[in-house]
Structures are given as C-alpha cells and as structure tokens.
C-alpha cells in the first residue's frame, strides 16, 4: 500500500498537476550527475567582532563534510517579544548574517559531529542565544544551551 505522500503525488499526478522541475532533472542521469537528497542551511549572525572568525570554522566544517557550500550573507529579523511584545520594531533587531547551503547524500556521523562541534564553538564564542539551522524539510531554532556536539 502507498504511504500518504505517495498517494497525494498520484492524485496530483492524476488532475494534471506534477511538479515539472523534479521530472525534468529525473531525466539526467549517468555517471556524472549526482543527486543530493539531504540539504543543510546555516543561518550565522555576523554582528560579534569574533564572528567572522567562527563562520569561516562553520564554513570550513560544512565544506570539508558535505564537499562544498554556497554562502552568502542577508538579514536576520526577529521580535524580541519581551521589548516590543506586538512586534511593531522587528525592523530593530536586524541583523547581518552569514547563510550557509550544502546538499549532501547522508552526511557521515564523524561530518555530522565535526559540523556540530564548530557550530557549539561559534555559538559559545560569540554568545548566540540560539542559532536558525534547517535540514532537509525543517527548520530549527536550537538553543545554545541546548546544542549538542
């Protein structure tokens, strides 16, 4: 029997609607092409004087894992619901950040705890109260008490 998402695809399928894109990459295939099914995103604030230092540890800690990143920098907003509790000042907590992706196919468990460890160590070096990491299909906001590595 299908599970649940494949039971959604066919009836998608069957009322005409298919997602294009993922049949149009199906169809690349041979020893050259390589198809990540897992991806990590690291959202790393900027604003510590030592967090450069540590994103590039993070950076290097991903790249050595996964084999390569695309990084590039934004703005992270939040409200800080203790000074403004109706949210009317989230432009006011901006920040810089350092965004870091990679895809990868079952990332060791040595890759996972080298990345881990770098991110405690930024955490914990810069002072972060949490840091935003995504996986393949969720979002986390973790602690950095609650990091472990």
């Known amino acids: 029997m299908a599970n649940l998402g494949e039971r959604i695809a066919q009836f998608l399928a069957s009322r005409g609607r298919v997602n294009t894109i993922d049949d149009w990459l199906a169809q690349h295939r041979g020893p050259d092409v390589t198809c990540h099914v897992n991806s990590l995103e ?21 790249v050595e894992a996964a084999g390569g990143a695309t990084v590039w ?16 000042k989230v432009l006011d907590y901006a920040e810089r950040v350092m965004v870091i992706k990679a895809a990868h196919s079952c990332m060791s468990r040595e890759d996972a705890e080298r990345v881990a460890r770098a991110l405690k160590e930024a955490m914990e070096g810069t002072e972060q109260s949490a840091l935003g990491i995504s996986g393949t299909n969720r979002f986390y906001v973790i602690p950095t ?5």
Do not use: M, N, T
């Open 42 to 62: 690291i959202y790393f604030p900027l604003e510590h004087p030592r967090s450069e230092e540590y994103a590039r540890q993070i950076l290097a800690a991903v």
């Open 73 to 88: 920098e934004g703005k992270g907003l939040w409200c800080d619901k203790e000074k403004d509790p109706l949210c009317q």
């Open 145 to 149: 008490s609650q990091i472990r590595a």
